[in-house]
């Protein structure tokens, strides 16, 4: 079968290609190279199975030829991150709204089979709830947020209009070998990797405390593909998460070393933890890879981040002056 991965050069992206072509699909991959990289899917560059176009999903019209015979579209290229975001709102409306109508649009005019949306758990804000339901009140606290709820509202739309089998999953606190490594101050685990190959210590926010509902790649790169061979799932908004909950302190437990501690930032949660009772109840879905697990498979991929910035505490401080500014006033 002829499937279409949205920013298949990324994290999630190229785990999800991986795993496509492990089931024997022919699978093409559009990505416009802003933060993927092509070498996350240098091992399947003999793969005959594999196309890749770089091309920018923002621009209208620009991707629409791609689609030609594709059964099943996976909508993960978005820009990610929260500073980036404050900064650059109208890049990433561009990226992560007019993207995902335009991929959509190429979806019904091709007239693909199925589509899954990859969303995020940052809809929820600071929920009043954990484990968080997809029920949960709609609070982004910040343009990234914001842009991919409402690509989550097209996606929904597109099925409810246009009948597209569509499908949103809600992804909490990615983590994996390729997770981004690119210039921006971003997710914890490439900041903290980074750290360590370079003997600094972990800059932990706040107490560290804090827990994230931490989820290993592979398990989300299943979630997906099962979301998009279920016609259950068509139409619905799904949590995907680990089914735990891991505090930073843990995670520095885990990988070893000293710690230096940085300031609360505004606007993140304590917690986050999603509810997982619908996806577990819609697809017979659940998480395989324990966080102990996930973690080892992180220190034995550890060179991936020999590349990655070197961040401390005075360049965060610098990083993250617009977070503090602007999120900070309330
Ligand atoms: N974090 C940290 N040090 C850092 C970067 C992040 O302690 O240098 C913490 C952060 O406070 C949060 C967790 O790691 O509690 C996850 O942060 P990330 O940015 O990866 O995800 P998000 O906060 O968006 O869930």
């Known amino acids: 079968m002829k499937v279409l991965v949205t920013g298949g050069c990324g994290f999630i992206g190229s785990h999800l290609v991986d795993a496509l072509l ?60 929260i500073v980036p975001s404050i900064q650059r709102p109208l890049d990433y409306h561009k990226a992560n709204v007019d993207g995902t109508i335009n991929v959509l649009e ?27 339901a997809e029920t949960a009140e709609i609070r982004p606290e910040y343009p990234y947020a914001t842009t991919k709820w409402i690509g989550e509202q097209y996606v929904l739309n597109w099925h409810k209009v246009y009948g597209l089998k569509t499908t949103s999953l809600r ?39 804090q827990t994230r509902d931490f989820t290993y790649v592979t398990d989300i790169a299943d979630a997906i593909i099962t979301a998009s061979e279920s016609d259950d799932a068509v139409g619905e908004v ?5 089914e ?8 520095v437990e885990l990988l070893g070393g000293e710690i230096t501690y940085i ?27 324990s966080f102990e697990d996930g973690v080892k498979n992180m220190l ?16 965060i401080a610098e990083a993250t002056k617009d977070w503090f500014k602007y999120l900070g006033k309330k």
């Open 106 to 132: 190429a979806s019904r005019k091709a007239g693909v089979e199925r589509l899954v949306y990859a969303a995020s758990s940052s809809c929820y804000g600071i929920p009043d709830n954990y484990p968080t």
């Open 263 to 289: 300031p609360k930032r505004p606007g993140e949660p304590d917690c986050t933890y999603a509810d997982t009772t619908k996806i577990k109840q819609i697809l017979n879905w659940t998480p395989k890879v």
């Open 238 to 242: 799904m949590n995907v998460g680990s």
């Open 22 to 81: 492990d089931r024997g699909n022919e699978v093409v991959v559009i990505d416009n190279l802003s933060t993927g990289r092509l070498l996350n899917l240098d091992h399947q560059k003999e793969n005959p199975k594999l196309t890749v176009h770089i091309a920018d999903i923002g621009e209208y019209g620009a991707i629409d030829e791609f689609f030609a015979g594709v059964k099943k579209v996976y909508h993960i290229a978005a820009l990610a991150d």
């Open 171 to 209: 992804f909490f606190n990615v983590y994996g070998p390729r997770s981004r490594t690119s210039g921006t101050y971003g997710a914890v685990f490439g900041v903290f990797l980074a750290q360590k190959l370079n003997n600094k210590p972990y800059t932990v926010v706040g107490d560290g405390k």
């Open 300 to 315: 034995d991929n550890i060179d991936y981040w020999r590349e990655a910035p070197l961040w401390e505490p005075d360049s």
């Open 244 to 251: 735990g909950t891991y505090s930073i302190n843990r995670l």
